[in-house]
């Protein structure tokens, strides 16, 4: 698998295709406030479609914990290096995701009520105050999958399953307990660089994501809460 090495939180912002077994992007879907039915409804319905793709009953439970993140409300921090973090903050349908040097916002950006902004340092400001303006476009940190995501992946994972075994545990990440899988090359494959490797997906219990391993890059968070702090998603001069 290689060196393991955490990825700067600039990389980790444009980064939007990073996955357990293949490529899969890793998105803030802009619809998720339907609430829990709305969240226990996906589930399931992620759920039957990997049953219905072959896969094992555990593997379809991870992925169905994972489709429930759209809906769940948590705070994640993310460790770069050179003391650069990514943090996402959730409370449906309110989005946000800082890109941090320190203690200090290099950019935000965040859905609030539908309205998407993306805010910088004022440098006329105070020190951490932001200026935001509306943006268009979807906001695409890492956090939870996307739908079509995790259709994606639940059909590139039936169609691995002659080539690698996938195996789900538990782990302590963040200071919680995390559902992992992993998937590893099945005994014989050669390992020369040309086929897969070892991955890793690791999930709170509300699905979010704590740790992604795939080709050596790896986003693990070091921080994680379901609390999230009162004026998180304010837009006018908001600060961290």
């Known amino acids: 698998m ?27 879907a802009g619809c998720g406030d339907g609430g829990a039915q709305v969240g226990a409804d996906r589930a399931d319905q992620v759920r039957s479609a990997a049953l219905r793709a072959g896969l094992p009953d555990d593997v379809a439970s991870v992925l169905a914990l994972a489709a429930r993140a759209d809906d769940a409300s948590f705070q994640v ?18 989005r946000r995701i800082d890109v941090m040097q320190g203690d200090r916002v290099v950019e935000s950006r965040v859905l609030r009520d539908r309205v998407a902004y993306r805010c910088a340092p004022d440098p006329a400001g105070a020190t951490g105050e932001l200026r935001c303006s509306r943006a268009a476009g979807a906001i695409e940190p ?96 908001s600060s961290r």
């Open 2 to 28: 290689g060196t393991l090495r955490p990825m700067p939180a600039a990389a980790i912002l444009r980064r939007t295709a990073i996955g357990a077994v293949t490529t899969a992007a890793l998105a803030v």
């Open 77 to 94: 921090t993310y460790a770069g290096t050179d003391g650069a973090r990514l943090v996402v903050s959730q409370a449906p349908p309110d």
């Open 142 to 237: 890492a956090g939870t999958f996307t739908d079509e995501a995790l259709r994606s992946f639940t059909d590139q994972l039936a169609a691995s399953k002659a080539t690698l075994d996938v195996d789900v545990d538990t782990r302590k990440i963040a200071g919680v307990d995390a559902t992992c899988l992993t998937s590893t090359p099945k005994a014989g494959t050669p390992l020369d660089g040309t086929g897969p490797g070892t991955d890793v997906l690791c999930l709170s219990a509300e699905g979010a994501q704590l740790l992604v391993d795939r080709d050596g890059d790896r986003l693990v968070a070091d921080r994680y809460t379901t609390e999230v702090p009162e004026g998180t998603f304010d837009v006018s001069a």
